[in-house]
């Protein structure tokens, strides 16, 4: 680990200033971007361990943005288990699995959820719907998660389907990432991927992340939202293509 941030050091950096500045911009996508990213020159198992302290810190900050609190946890207990119990599973899949197919697996996770993103209809889910729902959906989303580092889907589309109004929306998906990146550190740490060790070189990221995100907040008074978010679709697709194809040419 130490060797792979000496040699990439400036494309670690840059990684976590991209990923912070899609995440002020947009609210989310800091996991994503730098999976991605960072996918192109590590084994996935080793960038999710970088990603365990600057995603676990700037989605702490976005969970105590809002006043609901205890009533997302109350409304949310289902969901959040199903995604410590799924991505606990699944993590054993991300440690052992060769570095070239989790990457492949990561690449379709990117897809798929940028064209979900693009073209799926708007949805709405019943609050009795929601009710038998919502572990299901944990689960499977911690299982991506274990498996590819990535916990945005489904459980992003689901709570956007829950109308839940912007602030809540935004407090609930801190509240499902911070709960998916505390999962995958222990499901990393219980296989021997992440080390207690590692948090330094974890922490490092912090500052480009959150110069990033600075940044990006700033942006995005600046620009229409909608071309940011179809260029960073896009993005997601092409860096998707890349991580699928590595297998066909090894």
């Known amino acids: 680990m130490n060797d792979i941030l000496n040699s990439l050091s400036l494309g670690f950096f840059l990684t976590f200033i991209v990923a912070g500045l899609v995440k002020g911009v947009t609210g989310m996508g800091l996991p994503t971007v730098a999976m991605g990213l960072l996918g192109l020159f590590m084994p996935p198992a080793a960038a999710a361990a970088l990603l365990v302290v600057p995603s676990f810190v700037t989605n702490v900050w976005q969970l105590f943005g809002g006043r609901a609190l205890g009533a997302l946890l109350r409304r949310f207990a289902g969901l959040l288990l199903g995604i410590v119990a799924?991505?606990?599973?699944?993590?054993?899949?991300?440690?052992?699995?060769?570095?070239?197919?989790?990457?492949?697996?990561?690449?379709?996770?990117?897809?798929?959820?940028?064209?979900?993103?693009?073209?799926?209809?708007?949805?709405?889910?019943?609050?009795?719907?929601?009710?038998?729902?919502?572990p299901p959906v944990g689960l499977l989303t911690g299982l991506v998660a274990g498996v590819t580092g990535v916990f945005v889907m489904p459980a992003v589309p689901y709570l956007q389907s829950l109308q839940l109004g912007r602030e809540r929306l935004i407090q609930a998906l801190g509240l499902s990432f911070t709960v998916s990146a505390l999962s995958l550190a222990g499901g990393l740490l219980l296989h021997g991927v992440f080390q207690v060790g590692q948090l330094g070189l974890s922490a490092l990221a912090i500052l480009p992340a959150l110069a990033g995100m600075w940044l990006g907040q700033r942006i995005r008074a600046r620009i229409s939202l909608r071309t940011f978010r179809l260029c960073f679709l896009l993005f997601l697709i092409g860096l998707g293509l890349e991580l699928m194809l590595r297998p066909a040419f090894r």
Do not use: K, Q
């Not at 440690?95 to 709405?124: E, H, K, M, R, T």
């Open 86 to 134: 799924g991505t606990l599973a699944g993590a054993s899949a991300l440690a052992s699995i060769d570095a070239l197919w989790s990457g492949f697996a990561l690449g379709v996770a990117l897809i798929v959820y940028a064209a979900w993103a693009l073209i799926a209809p708007p949805s709405f889910v019943s609050p009795r719907t929601e009710r038998w729902l919502s």
